[in-house]
C-alpha cells in the first residue's frame, strides 16, 4: 500500500465509529476518552460508540458492530484489545469503511511473534477491504479544519505547520510546545508504527497540502529509506522540512526498535542523508518549535550578518559570546553609524556603540525609536536581534524592575511597522519568580503581535543559525542552477 495518494479523505471524515467505548466510567477507557475528545473538540460529523455489549453512553446508543450502524462510516478509531482487531477490520470492509486509526497496540512494536502476524493479517485485511491503516499503536490525527483531535484542549484553528511523529507522546508535546508559543497546525499525525501508511506516503501527501507550508517530523527510523530520501528532497524543494531524528545510538536504536519497531540507523548516514536532502536537523521538540516560529515570523534575510540590541552589558558579552560559538556573524559597527547612534544620547557612558549595542538606558521612546529605525537602515546588518534581560539589574527592587522592563517591552512591541528587516525577540535570565511570569506574558503578547520570540540566548543562537543557513543553502543552489 505504499501508492502515494491524496490522503484528504482521512481528515475530513463526515462520520467516525469509536470502538471500545464502555459504559463503565469508572475506569480507564480509551474508547470514551476519544468519543468526548472529538465532541468536545467540536467534531461537526456524527459519531457513533461501539462495543460488543452494547449499551448507552451519553444518550447515545453504543453499537454492537460497525455493521449495526445506520449510516456510512468513512472513518474508525479502534481502541480495542489487539486480539479483536481482525474482526474489527472483517466487518469494517464489509460495511465500506475507508481508514481505520489502531490507537490499539500489541503489534510488531512487541517481543512477540503473535504480535507480528496479527498486525500482517489486520494488514492483508485492510487491503483487501480497500481500507487505509493509521498506526497501530499511535493517537492518530489532529487536523482542525476537520474538526479531529487526540486532544479537546488543543487549539481549534488552523494553521501553517504540520507535523509526521512516530510517537504519541512527542507529538502532543509538540502540539502543546507549539500552541502555547503560538504555532498553530494545519495536520499532526501520530503514526506508531506505520504498518501501511507510513512516513513517506504523509510526507508526500504533505508536500503537496495546500494547508501545509512548514513540515516537522519526529523520526525515529523509517520502512523505505530510498523512497524517504526522494520524498524529503521533493519536499525540501517547496517547503522547510525540521526533523528531529533519534535513536541514533545504540540505546536509543533498541528502544526505538521497541517502541514502534522502526529500524533507526546510524547518525553518520542519517546526518548526511538529511544534509544532502536539505533538511534542517534539530535536537530536541522545542528547538524543533524555536525554529519553526523563525519561519513564521521573519522573512528571509538577504545575509547572515546580524546586529543585537539590548539592555545590559554583561548579558550582550554573554550573548556575543553565544552567537559566536555557533557561527552566527555579527559584524562591527562602522564609524559613521556609530557616530550617528551616539549623537543620538547626552553620553556614551553607561552605554556600548558596538555589537551588541547595549543601550541601558535608552533615555526615551524618541530615542530609542531612532535607534532601531538607524540599525534597520544601516548596510551593518541583514536581520536583528533585541534581547531582554531579567533579572540582570542588581540596584533596583522588583516593583522598579517590572516597571522599567514594562516600558521597554511596550516600546519593542510598538516597533514591528517601523522594522523592515528579519527581527527576533530574545527574553532571558528569568530567575525570579515574578520575573518569569513577566518573561511569560511579554512573550505570548510579543508573539500574538507578530515576533519570533525565543525564551533564551542559546535557544536562539541556535534557532537564527540554522534559519539562516538554510536560507544561505537555498540561494547557493539557486545560483548554481
Not at 456510512?72 to 481508514?99: C, H, N
Request: net charge neutral.
Amino acid at each position: 500500500m505504499n501508492n502515494t495518494e491524496n490522503l484528504d479523505f482521512l481528515f475530513h471524515p463526515r462520520t467516525i465509529a469509536v470502538a471500545g467505548v464502555s459504559e463503565n466510567t469508572n475506569k480507564f477507557n480509551a474508547g470514551l476518552m476519544f468519543l468526548q475528545g472529538l465532541m468536545q473538540f467540536g467534531f461537526k460529523g456524527q459519531i457513533y460508540p461501539m462495543n460488543p455489549i452494547g449499551g448507552k453512553i451519553m444518550g447515545m446508543k453504543i453499537y454492537k458492530s460497525v455493521k449495526d450502524i445506520p449510516d456510512k462510516i468513512d472513518f474508525v478509531i479502534s481502541a480495542i484489545p489487539s486480539r479483536y482487531t481482525p474482526q474489527l477490520m472483517a466487518d469494517a470492509a464489509e460495511k465500506g469503511v475507508k481508514a481505520i486509526h489502531f490507537f490499539t497496540s500489541g503489534f510488531s512494536e512487541i517481543e512477540n511473534v503473535e504480535g507480528k502476524h496479527l498486525q500482517a493479517d489486520i494488514i492483508a485485511r485492510a487491503k483487501a477491504g480497500g481500507i487505509r491503516v493509521v498506526g497501530p499503536n499511535c493517537l492518530g490525527l489532529y487536523c482542525p479544519s476537520g474538526g479531529l483531535s487526540f486532544n479537546a484542549d488543543f487549539d481549534k484553528a488552523s494553521g501553517p505547520v504540520a507535523m509526521i511523529s512516530q510517537s504519541g507522546g512527542n507529538a502532543a508535546h509538540c502540539v502543546q510546545e507549539g500552541n502555547d508559543r503560538g504555532v498553530l497546525f494545519s495536520k499532526v499525525i501520530s503514526m506508531g508504527n506505520g504498518a501501511d501508511l507510513n512516513e513517506s506516503d504523509y510526507l508526500e501527501y504533505l508536500t503537496h497540502d495546500e494547508e501545509t507550508k512548514i513540515i516537522t517530523a519526529y523520526i525515529e527510523g523509517v520502512r523505505e529509506g530510498p523512497r524517504f530520501l526522494r520524498a524529503l528532497k521533493s519536499a525540501t524543494k517547496s517547503k522547510p522540512v525540521i526533523i528531529l531524528k533519534v535513536g541514533t545510538s545504540e540505546s536509543g536504536a533498541e528502544a526505538a526498535v521497541s517502541h514502534t519497531a522502526a529500524m533507526a540507523g546510524s547518525n553518520q548516514v542519517w546526518e548526511g542523508a538529511l544534509r544532502q536532502a536539505g533538511v534542517i536537523r534539530t535536537s530536541s521538540i522545542e528547538e524543533m518549535i524555536d525554529i519553526t516560529i523563525a519561519f513564521q515570523h521573519m522573512p528571509a534575510p538577504k545575509g547572515n550578518k546580524i546586529v543585537v540590541v539590548g539592555i545590559g552589558g554583561g548579558a550582550s558579552v554573554i550573548l556575543a559570546d553565544e552567537f559566536t560559538n555557533v557561527g552566527l556573524s555579527l559584524p562591527k559597527l562602522g564609524d559613521k553609524l556609530r557616530k550617528s547612534l551616539i549623537e543620538l544620547y547626552p553620553s556614551e557612558a553607561g552605554r556600548i556603540f558596538k555589537n551588541p549595542v547595549d543601550l541601558n538606558n535608552f533615555e526615551s521612546s524618541e530615542t530609542f525609536f531612532k535607534t532601531m529605525k538607524a540599525l534597520d537602515q544601516c548596510e551593518e546588518a541583514d536581520l536583528l536581534a533585541i534581547h531582554i534581560a531579567f533579572d540582570h539589574f542588581g540596584l533596583i527592587s522588583i516593583k522598579d524592575k517590572e516597571f522599567m522592563i514594562g516600558a521597554y517591552l511596550k516600546l519593542v512591541g510598538e516597533i514591528k511597522r517601523e522594522i523592515k528587516k528579519p527581527l527576533a525577540i530574545i527574553l532571558h535570565s528569568y530567575a525570579s519568580t515574578q520575573m518569569r511570569k513577566l518573561a511569560y506574558d511579554a512573550g505570548k503578547e510579543l508573539t500574538a503581535a507578530g515576533f519570533a520570540v525565543f525564551p533564551s540566548i542559546q535557544r536562539a543562537a541556535m534557532a537564527l543559525i540554522k534559519f539562516i543557513s538554510y536560507h544561505e543553502e537555498r540561494r547557493t543552489v539557486a545560483r548554481i542552477k
